[in-house]
Structures are given as structure tokens and as C-alpha cells.
């Protein structure tokens, strides 16, 4: 399945993989995401935090009407604050696919999967 972008001069298709990538690397900038995990634990293990090759497993993408539609799932340090997480997450991952794909972006979901307590908390 891809992504459908519509412009003056015709249609985009961009692979869900692309877009994927494009969330979890935001999702990886922001402080305080330890990695992103799969949407489905049971099948994959539940303990398991992805590598940048599985980011489409751990995001979901939908188009709805123009807009682009996230569900991402991820893994947050013991001691964070997870609503200030989500919030700057979210914010992130709208800013990199309007500024990459130059399409709005719609709703953003974000489900944390897991705390992971760092090794370097005192």
C-alpha cells in the first residue's frame, strides 16, 4: 500500500516503508524514546525494541481524505514524563511529513508499548 500525494501536476505514491522511516526517525530525535516497538508484542516478542530496518513494524500508517494518519508505538525511559513525550512526538511527526512530503498531516496516535529503566539513573 502506499500513500497518495495530489498535486497540480499529478499524483505521488509514496511506500509506507518511506513514511515509516520518516516517523521513526522523528520519533527517535525526541529525549525521552528509548526505540520504537512493535504494534503487534505478542508475535514479536514482547521486550523487543526495533531497529531502524523495522520502523514499519512499529508504525501504522492510514490516508484519510488528504491527510495522513499515524499510530506509533514506542518505548519510553523510566522517570520521563510520557505526556510530554507524546506531545512533542506528535508535534515532530507532523512538522516531518509536512516538511518532507509536503502533505498535512492528520491525526497522530501514539501508544507507549513499555518503560525501559536506563542504566545511568541514579
Do not use: C, W
Not at 56 to 85: L, N, P, T
Request: charged content about 25%; glycine content about 10%; aromatic content about 4%.
Amino acid at each position: 500500500m502506499a500513500v497518495t500525494i495530489k498535486t497540480k501536476h499529478g499524483e505521488i505514491n509514496v511506500s509506507t516503508n518511506t513514511v515509516s522511516t520518516i516517523v521513526g526517525g522523528a520519533a527517535l530525535d525526541i529525549y525521552g524514546i528509548v526505540g520504537m516497538a512493535s504494534k503487534n508484542q505478542l508475535r514479536d516478542g514482547m521486550n523487543t525494541i526495533l531497529n531502524r530496518e523495522d520502523f514499519s513494524r512499529g508504525v501504522v500508517i492510514h490516508q484519510e481524505d488528504e491527510k495522513i494518519a499515524v499510530d506509533v508505538y514506542i518505548i519510553v525511559g523510566y522517570g520521563i514524563k510520557i505526556s510530554e513525550v507524546a506531545k512533542n512526538l506528535k508535534e515532530k511527526v507532523k512538522y516531518n511529513l509536512e516538511t518532507m512530503l509536503g502533505t498535512p498531516a492528520g491525526t497522530v496516535n501514539v501508544y507507549v508499548q513499555g518503560i525501559k529503566v536506563l542504566d545511568d539513573i541514579k
